[in-house]
């Protein structure tokens, strides 16, 4: 074994004696018997993002490990009863709370949580002759009650889409097929028709060059940047919401989309200058005039009631 | 902030993502109907290629990960709709929101304050404040050297008239003059030749008789002493001596070891004596006499002025607070009184406050004489309060009726018997279990401590 191997057992045998000694319960568990786990852990999160990880950062990022979560989910895998016990009674309404939100019924939820349990236990034998559970997946970064409600949440997915149902908020649905029938004109929101065909035409233009633009000034973005601007526009969260996903402060959401406004405004005028031969006065326009034209549709398409003959004709 | 906002990038931006979630979900509808499962299959399992699995989706809601591997994973998320959607949920199930929040409510508090501080600080010292400053900072000072300078002198004159006093006495002490400077100042305050001689060999003659002689001078009378009394006084000394640590390291020497009581003298006074800094490491040289005694008494009397002082401001500090606590008795008292004479027509119901107010007096100061009184008195309250309104503390949050049984609010529909799910506030149990039920985190909000909360046909022990 090499010295940086030897260093690193050395590390893990040391880390894994502090994580036992700060687990309130440690359900007899050994170092022999979590350091494999803590070994997988450190190589998914740490060694794999930063070759030059040092021994310090390695003992720290051991030492946030959940213990007492950890443990708890160890001691399942290895066919505990009391800590299958303590698991059922802490996390079963943890369990339920996330199939009911990820289900249209309480008998749907019911099932739902019922299923996450019998694949939190394991539905498949291992080689050994244990059941092959969910837990083992389970590193202890984060709290266990998350991970549940992670696991319920993918398990909910899966259902829907092998139900060849998409997932999608009935607000987001009813809007978008607002928005298609609006572009396939078989609704009856009529919006005032342009007075030249080919004014519309330039129009449509310049908006799919507009999109075109956004869509590789985006791209081009940050990573923290282009997660704001999906959570924030394409996820439609609240900047308080967005912040939290980022890790921020709502104010520094803030502060960070108006600073985006601006940079992709810039860029986007940049790449239309360049491919499109306008000036910047023109880009301009065209922005303003694409931003306008975005709204109006907005306000006719959010409408509840259909226009009435009287009020299409007024539109006309 | 909304007013900063590019309303025309806003508005772009907005028929964008439109757009582009139309395609998204087209391109969806596509891959249901071919019923593709490979994503479906990697979504659970651990370390898949294309999705985040579970427990990495749930470190990063909770912001458990490295910073490289945090990159990593927001890389991801910005261009994964379903990840991002799935830990958008767990993010918000988590209460993260609230708790940035209250963390930026604290740290602003904290942040101005060191500014402010600060600026007050370089404002105090600018060149323009300096013209205020100085003159007042002059004569403050000037004003406390006067004090302790007529303090002092003061002191001094009453210290030299003992002194002429007790010269008789001066060339008795001569013979132990070797042994230092406090067996002088102990000669003078027997003041007789035998009782000096009597002192000097009780408390013998080392570096920590300075402190002895503060001790002697706190705890003695000033007045001088009759040779019984004095004995009986060198004999509680001695007994002061052996109970009170030497400032020395050393223990004091015996009196027959003079050369060593010599050498050791230097050191202890200028460690002990703060008062008279003039009784030093010269012990050894040849001082004048009265000098010596009169700088030593000084320093006897000062800590004896202090402790006096120390004991006047203890008995004020008592007295107030027991004058206080009376007059607080007393306005009760008058209070109660007006309610009966208003109500004197009344005749049992109007000396029923004047009564309540004279047991509450009487409790009162029977409660600050006990030992635990104060753990006695919020259950005196209670008491009194059953007593006289003759119901339980109850209170009804949320439609839930708590009363109060033991320090914990107990849900009325609670059963002793029945199952009970303890969490303690501020535990990952706790935040998952207000992140599915917010509506209970409120009732245990409202309610503070420990609270029994029957929820949904479970009953919860949230703990503090």
Redesign the interface.
């Known amino acids: 074994m090499s010295r940086q191997a030897t260093e690193f057992e050395e590390i893990l045998r040391e880390g894994t004696l502090r994580l036992i000694s700060r687990a309130v319960e440690a359900r007899s568990l050994d170092a022999v018997t979590l350091a494999p786990r803590l070994r997988s852990i450190c190589e998914k999160y740490l060694l794999r993002d930063h070759a030059g990880t040092t021994a310090q950062e390695i003992g720290d990022f051991l030492d946030t490990v959940r213990a007492d979560d950890l443990c708890l989910a160890v001691a399942c895998e290895r066919g505990d009863d009391a800590a299958w016990h303590d698991l059922m009674e802490q996390y079963r309404p943890t369990v339920l709370s996330a199939a009911r939100n990820a289900s249209a019924s309480e008998d749907a939820a019911e099932e739902l949580a019922q299923s996450v349990w019998a694949e939190l236990y394991g539905l498949r034998a291992r080689a050994d002759g244990r059941a092959a559970g969910k837990l083992a997946y389970y590193s202890g970064c984060g709290s266990l009650g998350g991970w549940l409600r992670a696991v319920v949440g993918q398990l909910a997915v899966d259902r829907h889409r092998k139900s060849a149902r998409l997932v999608q908020t009935e607000e987001a649905s009813e809007f978008d097929r607002l928005v298609q029938a609006h572009e396939s004109g078989e609704d009856n929101f009529n919006v005032a028709p342009a007075p030249d065909p080919e004014h519309a035409l330039a129009r449509r233009e310049t908006i799919e060059a507009l999109h075109n633009a956004l869509t590789q000034v985006i791209n081009e973005l940050g990573a923290e940047d282009r997660l704001l601007i999906k959570l924030y526009y394409f996820d439609g969260l609240r900047l308080r919401e967005a912040g939290a996903v980022l890790g921020v402060h709502e104010a520094t959401a803030s502060r960070r989309l108006t600073r985006l406004h601006t940079e992709v405004r810039t860029r986007v005028e940049a790449i239309l200058v360049a491919e499109r031969g306008w000036t910047k006065q023109e880009a301009t326009r065209s922005l303003a005039d694409a931003a306008a034209h975005m709204e109006t549709d907005l306000s006719q398409l959010l409408a509840v009631e259909p226009l009435t003959i009287e009020q299409r004709e007024e539109a006309r | 902030?909304k007013s900063?906002?590019?309303?025309?990038?806003?508005?772009?931006?907005?028929?964008?993502?439109?757009?582009?979630?139309?395609a998204f979900?087209e391109a969806?509808?596509l891959r249901?109907?071919a019923?593709d499962?490979s994503?479906?299959a990697a979504?659970?399992?651990?370390?898949s290629m294309t999705h985040l699995?579970?427990?990495e989706?749930?470190?990063?809601?909770?912001?458990?990960?490295?910073a490289?591997?945090r990159?990593?994973f927001?890389?991801h998320?910005?261009?994964c709709?379903?990840c991002?959607?799935?830990?958008?949920?767990?993010?918000?199930?988590?209460g993260?929101?609230n708790e940035?929040?209250k963390?930026?409510a604290v740290a602003p508090s904290k942040v101005v304050k060191t500014p402010a501080w600060r600026e007050r600080l370089v404002a105090l010292f600018s060149p323009r404040a300096w013209r205020y400053v100085v003159p007042v900072v002059a004569l403050a000072f000037v004003g406390i050297v006067s004090f302790i300078a007529l303090r002092a002198d003061r002191e001094s004159k009453g210290v030299s008239g003992r002194a002429a006093k007790s010269t008789v006495s001066t060339p008795a002490s001569d013979m132990n003059h070797a042994a230092g400077i406090e067996e002088s100042a102990e000669t003078q305050m027997a003041n007789t030749e035998t009782t000096s001689t009597t002192t000097t060999s009780a408390i013998g003659a080392n570096n920590s008789t300075s402190t002895n002689a503060a001790t002697t001078t706190a705890h003695a009378p000033s007045k001088p002493q009759q040779n019984g009394e004095l004995e009986a006084r060198t004999d509680s000394l001695s007994a002061e001596e052996r109970k009170r640590p030497s400032t020395d390291s050393q223990p004091p020497p015996p009196i027959e070891n003079k050369e060593a009581q010599s050498a050791n003298a230097p050191s202890a006074p200028a460690a002990t004596n703060n008062a008279a800094p003039s009784i030093a490491p010269e012990s050894n040289n040849v001082r004048s006499l009265p000098t010596l005694a009169r700088n030593q008494q000084e320093m006897s009397n000062n800590q004896q002025v202090t402790v006096q002082q120390s004991n006047a401001r203890e008995a004020n500090r008592s007295a107030m607070q027991s004058e206080r606590g009376n007059q607080t008795d007393r306005d009760r008292l008058t209070q109660s009184d007006n309610a009966t004479n208003d109500a004197a027509q009344g005749g049992a119901a109007a000396q029923a406050p004047k009564t309540k107010a004279r047991r509450e007096v009487r409790a009162r100061n029977e409660s600050e004489t006990s030992p635990g009184a104060r753990k006695a008195q919020p259950q005196d309250d209670k008491r009194e309060k059953d007593n006289s309104n003759n119901v339980v503390e109850t209170r009804t949050v949320a439609g839930h009726q708590f009363h109060r049984e033991g320090g914990a609010w107990v849900d009325a529909n609670y059963n002793s018997g029945q199952a009970t799910?303890t969490v303690k506030r501020g535990s990952?149990?706790y935040?998952?279990?207000i992140?599915?039920?917010p509506a209970l985190g409120r009732i245990a909000d409202a309610l503070g401590g420990e609270v029994i909360i029957v929820w949904h046909g479970?009953a919860y022990r949230i703990k503090p």
Do not use: C
């Open positions: 902030m900063d906002f590019d309303q025309e990038m806003d508005s772009l931006l907005r028929g964008h993502a439109r757009r582009a979630r139309r979900e969806a509808e249901a109907r019923d499962t994503q479906s979504s659970l399992s651990g370390g699995d579970a427990d989706l749930s470190a990063y809601a909770e912001n458990a990960l490295p490289p591997t990159a990593r927001m890389s998320l910005a261009d709709d379903e991002r959607r799935s830990v958008t949920r767990l993010v918000l199930a988590s993260v929101a940035l929040e963390r930026a799910v990952e149990q935040r998952a279990l992140a599915d039920e479970r």
